[in-house]
């Protein structure tokens, strides 16, 4: 198990070196110069040169992603061109924000998705599993952003049960994460409740009925284990998902996170910004699949490493 | 087979449903100014924010346009988007997935490492990204959500094209001498489409909600074009006064996506019925 951790954490050193040279390419792709782009066509040219040198534009391709990565490794993003503050002290008090909508939208759409695909496969064919199939499939056809504001709509401005601005307390939380993780309710329910009926197929689910083992033991015990192992992919992909649906989120309910954060860069062109925010939501979209890969192994232990 | 497919096909009502739908949209895009009277991007201040009325069926928005028109104008956009977009994303991914499948070796590793680096970006991340580089407005969001889109045909292509090259039919056309481009054509591609029919549909659901999710944030359609998701973000400031300008083109946006979804599933059942109810 060790060798199989240490081997996947050394096989995504290049995947994560290849994102970072994308990345780092973003700034020399934008057509024209880059530095126009950020000060504007009338910029002085004096300006144009300090940015050009600070930027290290002046340098060989090569030299500037070395130093690109150097920096990156320890945390150094440059200074963003809108607020002259280090990204990364941008990035540092923005990204909580994110990681709980996200976190929080997980473990939502897991719980209700599994439970939802668990009662589904259980009562397959049936009025209980067509309803919650329907359900799954408006979840995941609704855009997160109209359902937002439905759910502003509703909850804030009609019944006035939940905040709609900001996230001043836990309560201030409880839309935006439902409304993140509805459509990934219905993608883990569907994967749940097609995992689970190949599961309740095989030979020993029909022992253990036939042995008049209890229905619970079977469906959460014997099925649901073997059940996992496509769910937990889902969960490790929707994550990835979630981190970039909750720029839209963000917007909606006027949250400062990351998702925020990197629109607000990308109408300005603060490129420092955009670089250092899609290159760390990436690496956190790679640590959580490499974490699921290991999950794997806890869950089935039939794979061997 | 194809008789057999698509009476498989109709026999799904959620699918006929949403196929009739999809129909409807998509005849709304074709013949949709020929439908309005009015202009959608006709601005009258004096008449902002109406209630719907006989001259404004859904009211009007900020700028005083009808939201009707705008709403039908923007079925337009929203097909053209999603269907340009896929389709460039599913030619290329096709290309790449048959090249990759079929030659194997060096090309394979080389193209299916390269499709592994793109996944590792979460699809709207990538989008976002895309449009950092080339700006937005409806080229470029077309050319975001085809690029998000070409690694995942390109890997359920390669997986097709290797089981099929396995097969007896194919060795034989390479035994009696027929060239590679003639047996991608004539073999390849016609088995791999059952696959990539069912992706594309699913995908263009896909695109309408990324293309919606980039032109709400901003970066994808700019105003004043009628795009379905850019209405809904400039509606969302008068929620409570005004629901109705946010609510026609959420609703338009779910109804057309979980159509597609909806044909899709159908479309994945009758094309291989094993994966029925699973």
Redesign the interface.
Known sequence: MGKYIIARLLSIIPVLLIVSFLVFMMLHLVPGDPVRNMLGLHAPPAAVEEMTRRLGLDQPLHVQYFDFLSNALRGDFGTSIRTKNPVIEEIAARYPYTLNLAVGATIFATTVGVLFGIISAVHRNKFLDNTLMVLSLLSISTPSFFLALLAILIFSLYLGLFPSIGVYSPTHYILPILTLGAQSVGIIARMTRSAMLEVLNQDYIRTAWAKGVSERVIIYSHALKNALIPVLTVVGLRFGGLLAGSALIEQVFGIRGIGRLLIDAVLTRDYPVVQATVLLVSLTFVLINLVVDIMYRVVDPRIKY | MNNVIFKRLLKRKSSVIGGIIIIIFVLVAIIGPWLTTQDPLAQNLLNTYESPSSEHWFGTDNLGRDTFTRVVHGARITMTVSFVSVLAGTIAGMILGVISGYYGGFIDTVLMRAT??LL??????LA??V?????GGIVNTMIAIAFFSTPYIARIVRGVVLSIKELEYVQASIVAGCSDFSIIINHIIPNSMSQVIVNTTLNL?VAI?TS??LS????GVQPPDPEW?AM?SQA?VV??SQ?IA??IP?FA??LV??SF??LG?GLRDALDPRLK??
């Open positions: 592994d680096i590792a970006f979460p699809g709207l991340l976002i990204a449009i950092a580089v080339l700006g659901g909600l919606s999710a709400f944030l901003g970066l998701g809904l969302r929620m409570r629901p946010a609510l959420g946006i779910t996506v979980l979804s909806m599933d109810n699973t």
